[in-house]
């Protein structure tokens, strides 16, 4: 079992810069893929940034060269650094982790890019 609880969300203004946390309870290291989803009211939730155990990271077109995606296992965290935040990157942010065949989702927070 693994539970994931996101923090470090907020409001900002465009051109700001956020860092998402996903402290997750168990050994992350020992997951198969970490990922960070986000969702708009009446839309799919979709595919942010995802990293791999063997440190290989795959980005949405649309945050490309804008986000990173890490982890510090130490820590059992997984971090989503945000910069140069446009409007349309509003929604609420989800962490995700597949661990052997079962996949957890953290409870969101919600990222606000606004003026």
């Known amino acids: 079992q693994v539970q994931l609880v996101e923090s470090g969300g907020g409001l900002v203004q465009p051109g700001g810069s956020l860092r998402l946390s996903c402290a997750a309870s168990?050994?992350?290291?020992?997951?198969?893929?970490m990922a960070w989803y986000r969702q708009i009211p009446g839309k799919e939730r979709e595919l942010v940034a995802g990293?791999?155990?063997?440190?290989?990271?795959d980005y949405s077109p649309s945050v490309k060269g804008r986000f990173s995606i890490s982890t510090d296992g130490a820590k059992n965290t997984v971090y989503l650094q945000m910069s140069d935040l446009k409007p349309e990157d509003t929604a609420v942010y989800y962490c995700?982790?597949?661990?052997?065949?079962?996949?957890?989702w953290g409870q969101g927070t919600q990222v606000t890019v606004s003026s």
């Open positions: 990293i791999t155990r063997a440190n290989n990271r």
């Open positions: 168990g050994n992350i290291l020992s997951a198969n893929y």
């Open positions: 995700y982790a597949i661990k052997g065949t079962e996949g957890y």
